[in-house]
C-alpha cells in the first residue's frame, strides 16, 4: 500500500522548519555582531591588578628607608680611646653606631656620656648595649642598665651583649637572662636585640630565643649559620676594622640582605 503526501502537508512541514533555522542563523549573527563590538585593546594601558594589600604603618615605614644606605655599622666602648666623631661622620662604612654604656651591676663605660653626646652631634644613628653577667642577679643589672640609659637619647633598639654563661646550669642560666630581657622590655616599651656568637649562639641558645632579633658576630669570610636556621639582623664580621676618626682596630657589622636601618630604629 502506497503512502502519499499531500501539497497541505507539504506546505506545513516547511512552515515548521523555518523557525529551526531562523534562529540558527540568528545565533550566528548575534556572535558576529558581538565580536565586531569588543574594543581593540590599549597597548598603553596599565593592565588591572588584583586588590593590593595595604601594608601596616610598620612595614610601610621599613620600606621607606633606601636599602643601599647605612648598609655598615660599628660599635665601640672605652678600647677605641677618644673618638673623632666629626670625623667618623665622614667614613662611608659607619651608617649606625652601638655604644657600650653599662655591664653587669655597677660598671658603666667612662665613654659612654661622650660617645652618646658627640655621635648624636655627629648626626650618626646611636644606640647602646648592656653586657649580661650570667653571675649577677637580673634585677641589680637591670637598675645598673636603666640608670643610665635613657632611650629618648637614642635612635636605636638597645641590644643586650650575651656572651658568657658562667658556671651555673644552662637553666638557670636562661632563667636569669629570661627575667632581665623581660625587665628591659616592659621599662623600655621595646624588645631588646640580643647580641652573640655564632657559636654560643648554637651551643646555649638555639631554640630559646627565636622571637628577638639578632646580632651575630662570626669573624670569618663566611655567613654565621644557625643550627635553628633563624634569620638574623646583622652580622659582625669583624673585630679588626678601620674606621676614619678612630686610633686602632674596631668591632664592623652590617645588615644582611632582608634587613636596613628601618628594622632597628626606635618607633618614636
Known amino acids: 500500500m502506497k503512502n502519499l503526501i499531500s501539497p497541505a502537508a507539504i506546505i506545513l ?3 515548521m522548519a523555518a523557525p529551526t533555522h531562523a534562529r540558527k542563523r540568528d ?29 601596616p604603618v610598620e612595614e610601610a615605614y621599613r620600606h621607606h628607608i633606601n636599602k643601599n644606605e647605612h648598609r655598615y655599622g660599628i660599635d665601640v666602648s ?3 680611646g677618644k673618638i673623632d666623631w666629626q670625623t667618623v661622620k665622614t667614613d662611608k662604612n659607619v651608617g649606625y653606631v652601638y655604644l ?3 655591664e653587669g651591676a655597677s660598671l658603666v663605660d667612662v665613654t659612654y656620656e661622650y660617645n652618646l653626646t658627640e655621635a648624636r652631634k655627629a648626626g650618626l644613628k646611636v ?7 650570667p653571675t649577677v642577679d637580673p634585677e641589680t643589672q637591670f637598675e645598673n642598665f636603666s640608670s643610665n640609659v635613657d632611650l629618648a637619647e ?15 646550669s644552662l637553666k638557670h642560666f636562661c632563667e636569669r637572662l629570661t627575667r632581665f630581657l623581660g625587665m628591659v622590655e616592659e621599662h623600655y616599651g621595646v624588645q631588646p636585640i640580643i647580641y652573640t656568637s655564632s657559636n654560643f649562639y648554637n651551643k646555649y641558645l638555639a631554640g630559646k630565643y627565636t ?19 633563624i634569620k638574623f639582623v646583622m652580622w ?12 686602632g682596630p674596631v668591632d664592623r657589622s652590617r645588615f644582611m640582605d632582608d634587613y636596613h636601618l628601618g628594622d632597628i630604629l626606635i618607633r618614636r
Open 236 to 247: 659582625q664580621f669583624t673585630a679588626n676594622g678601620r674606621i676614619d676618626g678612630i686610633h
Open 154 to 168: 637614642q635612635d636605636l633598639i638597645p641590644i643586650i651583649d650575651v656572651e658568657t654563661r658562667g658556671r651555673s
Open 127 to 133: 644606640g647602646c648595649y648592656h653586657f649580661f653577667s
Open 78 to 80: 672605652r678600647y677605641q
Open 13 to 15: 512541514c516547511c512552515l
Open 211 to 229: 622571637g628577638y632579633k639578632y646580632m651575630i658576630a662570626r669573624y670569618k669570610d663566611e655567613v654565621p649559620e644557625l643550627t635553628d636556621d
Open 100 to 102: 657600650k654604656a653599662t
Open 27 to 55: 545565533k550566528h549573527e548575534e556572535k558576529q555582531e558581538a565580536v565586531l563590538a569588543m574594543a581593540e585593546p590599549d597597548l598603553m594601558a596599565t593592565p588591572s591588578l588584583p586588590h593590593a594589600i595595604v601594608a
